[in-house]
T-cell receptor
Framework: DTGVSQDPRHKITKRGQNVTFRCDPI?????LYWYRQTLGQGPEFLTY????????KSRLLSDRFSAERPKGSFSTLEIQRTEQGDSAMYLC???????????FGDGTRLSIL | DQQVKQNSPSLSVQEGRISILNCDYT??????FLWYKKYPAEGPTFLIS?????DKNEDGRFTVFLNKSAKHLSLHIVPSQPGDSAVYFC???????????FGGGTRVLVKP
């Protein structure tokens, strides 16, 4: 079990640029989640995939955000026209179906200059 | 409106003693409850969970208690060790749902 892997670990970009993050879940897990965490807060749900289907999106996920999981394995999260308020830790998690815990990666920290 | 609250932002405990962390929730539709531990610069690490059909679950030094009538969840760590120093988050999931809703976290410091 290699765990959930996220790349890059850190991303610094200028306001207005586009960024893309990648998540590789635990291979046996069919569910994949994206969360965002800001300083002093708990993680907040962004979106969820079961296999390749995106089944739920938070209202936090504005139209500048898009997530994909094209083959039901890895996932990407893209933010277009980044804003200062997008600065946060972006966490990916995966799980089996049912009453099974979600396992998190170490996140991608995004800093907007 | 916060659906999940951890009212103690921090807790300090002596090594070997018990740490008790508390979490309150508002929605009776939550049916699966979890605790995570987080070290700086790492993602949350799953500790222990409990479903709503139980009121207690134990795993080594960690025990989670669920009081559904009070909508209250607690985590007991005994004995506490210096390596337990971290931020602890409770998380809940709605029945037939998938996303987790997290509390704001409690920072635990275990003093040697």
């Amino acid at each position: 079990d290699t765990g959930v892997s996220q790349d890059p670990r850190h991303k610094i970009t200028k306001r207005g640029q586009n960024v893309t993050f990648r998540c590789d879940p635990i291979s046996e897990h069919n569910r994949l989640y994206w969360y965002r965490q800001t300083l002093g807060q708990g993680p907040e749900f962004l979106t969820y995939f079961q296999n390749e289907a995106q089944l739920e999106k938070s209202r936090l996920l504005s139209d500048r955000f898009s997530a994909e999981r094209p083959k039901g394995s890895f996932s990407t999260l893209e933010i277009q026209r980044t804003e200062q308020g997008d600065s946060a830790m972006y966490l990916c998690a995966s799980s089996y179906a049912g009453d099974r815990p979600q396992h998190f990666g170490d996140g991608t920290r995004l800093s907007i200059l | 409106d916060q659906q999940v609250k951890q009212n103690s932002p921090s807790l300090s405990v002596q090594e070997g003693r018990i740490s008790i962390l508390n979490c309150d929730y508002t929605n009776s539709m939550f049916d699966y409850f979890l605790w995570y531990k987080k070290y700086p610069a790492e993602g949350p690490t799953f500790l222990i969970s409990i479903s709503s059909i139980k009121d207690k679950n134990e795993d080594g030094r960690f025990t989670v208690f669920l009081n559904k009538s009070a909508k209250h969840l607690s985590l007991h760590i005994v004995p506490s060790q210096p390596g337990d120093s971290a931020v602890y988050f409770c998380a809940v999931r709605e029945a037939a749902g998938n996303k987790l809703t997290f509390g704001g976290g409690t920072r635990v410091l275990v003093k040697p």
